[in-house]
């Protein structure tokens, strides 16, 4: 007589086709009813392939058979993302970099309002993490409002090698933005579940390779899309960027809370544009005022990583790259601070 026991014993023996990992270990049953010699189940696969499906109901079918069963029915269903993640994702598309196997350390840069210099930031880190002899990738989830591209100077686009995107490679950086998928610059008019479908193949779809940090630069504030690119990673690292004034820092705070009700780690403050320092005389002037690092950090109990004044990159000798502070620079220098500071917590 067939029973749930031997149901489960026949799952042992078949494998999901794309995951190669036994039926069981998947938790492919997502509904079994008997009756008599009457076997009735449902299966979720990891992909809808209907050659694989075929293949699976006929291996089965038999199976059970054997076992005891007189007549088998059987539907087909689809595994989750999170559930195809929690397994380790498909072996065939290499590590996924949200796979629970992969390395990389996600660090999220993120700011309760716009314009007080993430994308800055998040480049300049990344070079200086780099700098320290880090494999390190960037990715501009700032869909609507990339920027990074220009800030980098990066004119090429991505390649695609069998049928993954490799991301393009400036100074050393694996760079992905959505400024490489827009043509002319045109603004991006997607709506929700197409952007959240983006930044999927942001992590699914690019051969990141395997970096020990990916910087991603987010959007503004605590809206959808910030709110949607923490969710998908769990174990983010996150840093906010704020101004030295005092209300700044109120704001940015409201970034800090959303990264702590998510259970990131928020691993520092960064105050960008701390003060103007003359270059004829070096007295600082405290422009936007002061103290709302230090507020901000003690609000959301981390470390202030570093205060960086008002000042433009200098021009490097046939590099054009607007946003990046070379090294010689002596904003690059409190940079390369920062970044050991953040290497140590990671
Ligand atoms: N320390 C600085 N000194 C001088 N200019 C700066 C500094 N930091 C940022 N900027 C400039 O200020 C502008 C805003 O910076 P940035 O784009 O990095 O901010 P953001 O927070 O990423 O903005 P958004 O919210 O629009 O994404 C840019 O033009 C940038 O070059
Ligand atoms: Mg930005």
Known sequence: MIDR??????????????????????????DLNIKGDFVSLKLALSKKDSVKQ???????????????????????????????RALGGFPEEGRSLLSPQSKTVFIAVASGKGGVGKSTVSVNLALALARLGMKV???????????????????????????????VERFGIKVISMGFFVENNSPVIWRGPMLGKMLNNFFTDVDWGEPDCLLLDLPPGTGDIAMDVH??????KEIIVTTPHPT??????RAGAMAVKL?????????????????????????FGKGGGKKLSSLLKTE????????????REGEFAPGVYFEGDPVARIYDEIAKKVSKKL
């Open 5 to 30: 026991e031997k149901v489960i014993e026949v799952l042992k023996t078949i494998q999901d086709p794309f995951l190669h990992k036994s039926l069981l270990e998947t938790r492919a049953l997502r």
């Open 54 to 84: 075929m293949q699976i109901q006929v291996e089965l079918s038999t199976k059970l058979k054997n076992s005891g069963a007189g007549s088998v029915g059987m539907r087909f269903d689809t595994l989750t993302d999170e559930e195809i």
């Open 137 to 167: 990738g960037l990715l501009d989830a700032d869909i609507y409002g990339f920027s990074v591209p220009d800030m980098m100077g990066i004119e090429n686009r991505p390649k695609v090698v069998h049928d993954r995107i490799v991301p």
């Open 231 to 236: 969710s998908k990673l769990p174990h983010s």
């Open 248 to 253: 700044a820092a109120f704001v940015a705070a």
């Open 263 to 287: 259970e990131h780690d928020v691993i520092g403050v960064i105050e960008n544009m701390s003060y103007f320092e003359s270059r004829l005389t070096g007295e600082r002037e405290y422009v």
């Open 304 to 315: 202030l990583l570093g205060q960086l004044p008002l000042r433009q990159p200098l021009a």
